[in-house]
Each structure stands twice: as C-alpha cells, then as structure tokens.
C-alpha cells in the first residue's frame, strides 16, 4: 500500500478539471501540469541556489556540457543527502531560462522544462504528471508547438490521466513535440531539460521506468540536439538504472574524472572544494547577520574553520546551523557557541542528525516539538499550521504552531498563513520519520504519527460532516421512477449520450437522449446544421454514419463540404473513420475541389499527407500536379512536407522531372539547406542528382554555393561522386574562388526561422481581437449563432486556440473519457458482502440505474452548473415523474457540492486521506482508533461519499474505499 495515496487525485477525475470555465484544450493542461515543480515556482521557496563564488568548477564543468553539440547527454548528478544538488540544479536551470536559442528570439530560451520531484507533495511523488507538466512547459517557451500539444489531447485527452502508460504520454507529449522543433533549433545551441530529487519519486520501478524513457528519447535521431541533467541520492536502484547497457553510453556521471593537461581533476558534490565554498558562504552569512546585530562579533578564522569542519562537506548542515544562529528569538551569541561545541567533528551522512537533536534539545518540550515534526513528516500533503492545528483538534493541535516556530532552522514556517509548512531540506523529513534516528530521551514512547491523524481525521469528518441520507434516496427514487421506461435504456450508451454538450446539463441529456432514440429520420439533414447536430457527427454513431451511403451522400452536398471546413470536420477526417473515406471514391471527388485543396493547406490535411493513403494520393497523377501548385510548394516547407521528402517516395519524386524542376525554384534550394536536404544529398538519388546537369547547376547557385561549406558537403566531396566533380571545370571553378564565409550559411538559417516568428506573429494578432476573444460572448447564443456563419467558421480556421473554447464537442470527448473511466471502475468494484453499511447501498443503486440516468446523475454531481429549468420544449419528453425526480436530484447535488466545496482545507484532506493514514497506523490498533474507525465506518460513510464524490468524482471515492474495505474486513470483521 506505499502507493495507495498517489491514486486519491487521479487527474481525469479531478472535477474542477473539466468545469465549464475551463475547457479548452489548453486550460486543461494548464490545470493538469505541476506548477509547484517547476524550478522556480512560488511552492519551492526559498529557492536553494549556489551562491556567487561556489561551486563554480563544479558549474563550469556541466555548463561545458550542456554546450556540447555532438551529441546527447543524460548528466547524473548524484551524492548523499545535503551536498546541494538542489541548489545546483536551480542554478543551472536559472541560467539556462536566459540563454535564447537564437540571438532574434524574444521569448525561446534553451529551458526546455524542469521537473523537481518532492516526497512531500502528492503530484510531485509519481511520475504520472512529468510529461504533462514538461509538454505544458515546452508549448510555453516555444508557441509554435502549442496547436500541435493541444491536437495531441484532444485526439487522446486520456494521456493527461496521471495512471496512462508512461511510455504513451512520453511519445506523445515529450517526443511529438520536440520533433516538430527539430528544423527550426538545427544549428541552435541545445535545449536543457533539468530534473531534480529523483530518489523522491515514491516508486523506484517507475523511476527505473522513467530514466529507461529519457534514454531511449536522447537515442531518437529526430529531436533537436537536448541534454537532461538529473539529480538524485547515490541509491542503488538509479544507479543499476544508469548502468543499462542502453543508457549508459548517454550517461555523464557527477562526481567523475575528467583529464585535462595532464592533470586528472575530480569533480565532486563533496569533495576538498566544497570546504572551500562552504567557507565563502558562512563567512557571507556572518556579515548579513552582523548588519542585524551590529554587537555580534564576527567568528574569529579559527571558529569560521570549525565551523566548516562541522558541516562536513554538506550545505545542509551549514545551512542549518546559519538559521539556527539567526532564528531572531534567541541570542546568537549563544547559539554560536552550541554550534562550536557540537560533538563531531563531522557531520557527513545521517550524522547530521545529532545537529537535529541539538536544535530540538533547546525547544521547551524536546518531546513534543519531535511529535509535531513527526506530524507533518507524516502528513500526505503538506498543510499550514493553523489547518494542521484544526485537524489535530483542540487537544493536540493547541501548541502546533508555539511549537513549530522553535523549529524555524530546519522549518520553512510561512508568514502567510493560507501557505503550508514544510522542511527545510528532506533530510529533516528522514529523521522525524522515524523515532530510531532521534536521540533525545522518550522519544520512542510518543503516539505513532499516523494514529494520530487517523483518529484526528474520523474524529473531524464525524463532528463536522452532517449525517443525511439524501443521495441514497435520491438515487433510489430515480430507480424506482424509471422501472416503467426501462424500453428506452440504449444499448450503447456512450455513443448515444456523447452529443450531450455545453453546458452539461442532465435534464438536457435525458431528454436529447430520448429524442436521439425516437424518429429523427425525416429531421436528420435540418439536425446536422445544429450545434448538437455537429457535436453528434463527432460521436461513434455519427462517424459510422458518415460511412454510410447517405453519409457519403451527404459530405458531396454544399453543407457536407462546408462541415469538412469546420472544426469538428477537420478533427474527423484523421480519424480511422475519416482517413477509411478518404481512401473510398469520395476523396477522388473532393480533393481536386477548391474546398478539397483549402484542406490540404490545413494541419489535418498535412497530417493525412503523412499517413499511407495520403502518401499513395501524392504518387498519383492528381497528387503530383498538386505537388506544383503554390499550395503543394507551400506543404513541402512544412515539418510534414520535408519528413515526406524524407520517404523513400518522397525521394524517388524528387528524382522526376517535376521533382528536379522544384529543386531550382526557391523553395527548393532552401529546402536543400536544411537538415533533410543535406541528408537526401547522401542517397543514391542525391549522389546520382549532383551528377546531372540540373544537380550541377544547382552547386553553382547561392545556395549550392553556401552547401559546399557545410560538413556534410565536404564529406560529400570524399566520396566518388564528389571527386568527379571537383574534377569538372564548375568543381575547378570553385576551388579556384575564394572560400565562402559560413556566416553566409546562419544568415540563410536564420532568415528562414523569421518565417517561423512570423507565422507566430500573424497568429498571435487575433488575440487583440476583443470581441471574438471573449469567452462568455462565445458562450451565449449570439456567439454559438456567429459561429455558424461564414465569419465564424473562418475564424475557427485561423485561430486554434480560441476555437477550442468554442466548440461543444470539447466537452464531450472529456465528459466521455471521465463517465466511461468510472462505469468501468463501478463494475470492476467488489463490495464485500460481511460490510454493508448504508453506504455501499449508493453504489449498488448507481449501478442499477438504466444507462439513460446514469449520465445525468454522473454530470449532475460532477458539475456546478447544473440546471433543471428552462426546459426545452420536445415532442419527445419522457415522464414527467422522471422529470421531477432528476430535477430533485440536480438540487441535492449543488447544495451537497457547495456544502462540500465551502469546508476547510484540513476537512478536505481528511476526505482524501483518511484510509492513508489508517493503513499506516500500527498493529495491533488501540481501543480509541477501533472504535472511532468502527462508528464512522457505520454511521458516517454515506455522508462521507456524498461530500468526497462531489469534490472527486465517484471513481476516487471507489480507489479510497476499496482500500477501506481491507482494512475493515481485518480489524472490524473480527468484533462483529
């Protein structure tokens, strides 16, 4: 069960997630990336970084490898606990968000994206978000790949689930991206991605798992030249990581030798260096402190060495000792001297404890200020005081906040109280997790931390969830109502309950879903020119449709081919379904259209271009002639266009007659720049082009020129072809001249990334468009109308990010994933038949539901804005009993989720992690804790789900009882 709190915030269930207010594709990343493991987020503060003058070997060493441009590097850096990897790491992530990726670049930097796990947070311990938060912040840095991350979701929101394969999210947000990246950062210094504390991701498979990953990615010859420096503990289970055959060719380790001049010189995290910069920190610190205490006299050279020889090699530890110097409530004076007198000379490795014992040993209540540290030690999110003290009660959180100000040296206790407590250094965290590391006196007779917080966390959902039975008998008054209409329950209810969007209304659900089942032949063609009519051709049944006779019938008339424009259109045709009519008689009919060629211009039709269907179409007659128009010259500058050429048909069209004539025209020539032209050179075709005349006239051109100074010209001239033609009289022409500067070959390069920044900057011109920029005008019914017209479908083609907030089938493709993920979790789950309280009876209800309730109830306690009025007028109403009662439904489900929303933070926690708390109590359990855990488990569990199923979804109510189910079966099925 080490594992167990990790799956109590699964990011697909996460409710505020999929709210109406945030839902385009953006947002939801936004929302789903870790902002607190970002390397200078407001979460990690006081940011640890080296101070000027430190470390500076060290610094230059992986600096100098970070440039490399050879190739790529996995750099490890790696030591025991307090050496300040953390500081080093934030310091080379800050100087990397200041070096651009080119000198025109405003806002691309060689950052790529850090990641800085944490033990102490519970998005921060797993793997499941890195990918996510490292595409969030890629797609920030570099906006050109943003519509690209945004696609990717919204083909598979699945992938932003924390529980997806890791290797899927890293092709698909990590890989993807990157490679789209790869012509525009060819010749660029490299990108840096930075992550930190390793060791401090809970599962040591999954950190096995992630390095395998990030090797594997280095090895991908299509990303841009990247480094990854990692930091970590020496622990075992990395370094057999990093010795796979695999990776360890990519690995640079820190500490390592490095030779130069002769000299074998160490570069090490504790080697002799670092008394030396441990010197320059504590003598900077005495200055500060000086300067607040003018009295205070400075350490005398002897005292400053000790000093140093005390903190043995380790940041921490003189870290520590400044703050417990300089805590502002006691006289340093006297503080200094403790420091001196210190028993160990050194304080490597865990001896850093007694330093712990030393700070704690001055505390009031020694024995109680070791208890709180335990406390927040033991906590699976860290909380602030005060809601720790509330969620303690007032028994033993009275003195949580007297007591843990004492603690300010290895404490981070904020000034504002609405930001959680935590420890200094995870070291500290080490120590109070465990009574064995402390040495004071008693200690080993305290109350164990997470018996604690178990009765502390029953003790307050108890007083302080009211005891109802409203969702029970909600559900079962819905049961009972539709008995009678059971006739109507579809067969497939995901298809047919897709088309319910924005907003998510169940009453609109239940009676669209009615309608959809009933006779909607005669109304069909009028139906698809509705928004839910579109938001249906997006569904299952709609895309088997569109196969269909009449579907294909339909997509060949003036609203189909305008449709195919749309948003919705474009998503579908790279669907199998839309790639399987693409390759039917209806493309052959389309493409050659002017609507037709307005698509291949778009990103979908790029996409289609890559897929096999689309790279038979280019071989053909009509896709050749394509391949000469200004739309087809435009594609082959594309990322898609140039992996084509890639292909051995792209190659084998660039030997036609129209191939070679494209290779004299402009696009050409730049082509013949980039890495892929260079690449073609070398083949068979390329070797065999330079030998004719259209070849050999091109290397009389600027361009062919500006290539023969390149390396890849040069070994080009090594080969057979390449001497015969410095044979020639252009070859002895050319040698003949002077050499070409190569300042020639950047400015090319960096003229054609200005067409990037350009294409950006057209882009990013809508965004002052204020009108179509306002969210809550796009949401109304003038702007689902102007949406319609010929303006709005325009401006959806221009401006991906805004669109995503307008269409409605954005909602549906969530919605779905998050409804299918639960009904799945629901059937999977087994109630154990010897524990029934009242609570289980909630889930043997929902079950029962017929398929055509169950989606309304899902959306009406997932979603604030849930509304049972205003109903629209329908042939098809269902009756009207079923309306009343889903009406008294959706009430009890806002007044339970505002109930639920409006308690504390320490209320919330006790909702997510009471079962984490009691897993980990010891065994036997006392009498308090059995019978308090017994009272809730009969008594307060209904109200229990009520609250956490609106805050979390129902799934993540099943994940937290499944495991409360164990532990009840253990130790209240033997007293019954």
């Known amino acids: 069960m080490d594992e167990i709190n990790d799956c109590y915030d699964p990011l697909s269930k996460d409710q505020n997630l999929f709210s109406p207010s945030s839902v385009g594709t953006w947002e939801k990343l936004s929302q789903v990336a870790v902002k607190g493991a970002e390397y200078d987020s407001f979460e990690r503060q006081p940011h640890p970084k080296c101070l000027q003058g430190t470390r500076e070997n060290l610094l230059d060493y992986i600096h100098g490898l970070l440039d490399k441009r050879e190739k790529k590097h996995l750099i490890w850096l790696h030591g025991t606990a307090g050496v300040g990897k953390s500081a080093v790491a934030f310091t080379v992530a800050d100087r990397m968000r200041t070096l651009k990726v080119t000198e025109e670049t405003k806002i691309e930097t060689r950052l790529a994206g850090t990641f800085f796990f944490s033990r102490k947070h519970t998005k921060r311990r797993t793997t499941g978000y890195f990918f996510a938060t490292l595409a969030y912040q890629l797609a920030s840095n570099f906006p050109s790949v943003q519509e690209d991350v945004n696609r990717t979701i919204r083909e598979n929101p699945a992938l932003l689930d924390p529980n997806v394969s890791l290797h899927d999210q890293m092709e698909a947000l990590f890989l993807r991206p990157l490679r789209k990246l790869r012509f525009r950062l060819c010749g660029c210094p490299p990108l840096v991605y930075v992550v930190d504390a390793l060791d401090e991701c809970t599962s040591e498979t999954k950190v096995a798992d992630l390095i395998f990953l990030l090797g594997r990615a280095l090895r991908d010859p299509e990303l841009p030249m990247t480094h990854i420096l990692l930091t970590s503990r020496s622990e075992a289970h990395i370094n057999e990581a990093t010795q796979d055959e695999g990776i360890r060719p990519l690995v640079c380790e820190i500490p390592m030798r490095d030779s130069g001049k002769g000299v074998a010189a160490v570069l090490s995290l504790d080697g002799a260096d670092v008394d030396h910069d441990i010197y320059i920190y504590m003598e900077h610190s005495f200055r500060q402190l000086r300067h607040r205490y003018p009295d205070f006299p400075q350490p005398s050279t002897v005292q400053l060495a000790r000093l140093v020889s005390r903190a043995g090699r380790r940041f921490i530890v003189a870290s520590t000792m400044m703050k417990f110097m300089d805590d502002g409530d006691n006289n340093p004076r006297d503080r200094l001297q403790l420091m001196l007198e210190l028993t160990s000379d050194l304080l490597p490795g865990t001896e850093v404890y007694k330093l712990y014992d030393l700070i704690l040993s001055t505390c009031a209540d020694p024995k109680r200020a070791y208890q709180h540290l335990s406390i927040v030690a033991a906590l699976a999110d860290p909380l602030p005081i005060a809601q720790i003290s509330k969620l303690l009660g007032p028994g033993q959180g009275r003195d949580v906040e007297p007591v843990l100000v004492q603690l300010r040296s290895i404490m981070d206790i904020p000034t504002d109280n609405r930001i959680p407590v935590n420890f200094c250094h995870s070291s500290v965290c080490d120590y109070a997790s465990d009574p064995s590391n402390c040495g004071l006196p008693g ?107 009449d579907g294909n019938a339909w997509l060949q008339t003036q609203h189909g081919l305008e449709w195919l424009q749309t948003q919705d259109g474009l998503d579908w045709l790279p669907t199998q379904e839309g790639r399987h009519w693409l390759q039917t008689q209806g493309w052959q009919d389309w493409l050659p259209t002017e609507v037709g060629r307005h698509w291949l211009q778009t990103q979908g039709g790029r996409d289609w271009l890559q897929d096999q269907g689309g790279r038979d179409w280019l071989q053909d007659q009509g896709g050749r002639d394509w391949l000469q128009t200004q739309g087809g010259r435009d594609w082959l500058q594309t990322q898609g266009g140039r992996v084509w050429l890639q292909t051995s048909r792209g190659r084998d069209w660039v030997q036609t007659s129209r191939g070679r004539e494209w290779l004299q025209t402009l696009p050409g020539r730049v082509w013949m720049q980039t890495q892929g032209g260079r690449e073609w050179i070398h083949t068979q075709g390329g070797q065999e082009w330079l030998q004719i005349r259209s070849g050999r006239e091109w290397l009389q051109t600027q361009s062919g020129r500006e290539w023969l100074q390149t390396q890849s010209a040069r070994e080009w001239m090594q080969s057979w072809s390449g001497r015969e033609w410095c044979q020639s009289q252009p070859g002895q022409s050319w040698l003949q001249s002077q050499v070409m500067p190569t300042q020639l070959h950047m400015q090319a390069r960096r003229a054609w990334l200005q067409t990037q920044f350009a294409e950006a900057c057209w882009l990013n011109q809508f965004k002052d468009v204020q009108l179509r920029g306002e969210d809550g005008w796009l949401q ?125 933070d320490a209320l919330k926690y006790t909702y997510h992690h009471w079962v984490f708390h009691l897993s980990r109590a010891p065994d036997p359990w006392n009498d308090v804790l059995h019978n308090l855990f017994k009272a809730f488990w009969d008594r307060h569990l209904l109200s229990w789900i009520e609250a956490q199923w609106c805050l979390k979804g129902l799934q993540s109510c099943l994940v937290i009882l499944s495991q409360g189910q164990k532990i009840a079966k253990v130790h209240l099925k033997a007293s019954m």
């Open 780 to 904: 109304s019914q003038d702007g689902q109308e102007w949406l319609q017209t010929g303006d709005g479908r325009s401006w959806l083609q221009t401006y991906p990010d805004q669109r995503h907030r307008s269409i409605p089938s954005a909602f549906v493709s969530v919605t779905m994933e998050e409804f299918s993920s639960t009904l799945e979790a629901i059937r999977e789950y087994t109630i154990i038949p010897e524990l029934p309280p009242p609570a289980f009876q909630v889930i043997q209800q929902f079950k029962s539901l017929p398929d055509f309730l169950m989606l309304p109830v899902f959306l009406a306690l997932n979603y604030l804005e849930c509304s049972a009025s205003a109903l629209p007028p329908d042939q098809f109403l269902p009756d009207m009993e079923i309306i009343r009662a889903m009406a008294a439904f959706v009430t009890f489900a806002k007044e339970a989720r505002e109930n639920s929303r409006s308690a504390s």
């Open 443 to 549: 200690i080993q007779d305290i109350t164990p931390p997470h018996s604690l917080l178990a009765e502390s966390s029953l003790r307050l959902m108890m007083q302080e969830i009211p005891k109802r039975t409203t969702l029970l008998d909600a559900l079962s008054e819905l049961d009972k109502q539709s008995e009678a209409m059971q006739f109507h329950d579809p067969k497939n209810f995901k298809q047919s309950l897709a088309f319910a969007v924005q907003p998510p209304e169940p009453m609109r659900t239940l009676i669209g879903l009615l309608w959809l089942r009933g006779d909607r032949g005669s109304k069909l063609q009028s139906w698809l020119e509705t928004l839910d009519g579109r938001a249906w051709l997006q569904t299952q049944d709609g895309k088997d449709w569109l196969q269909t006779q």
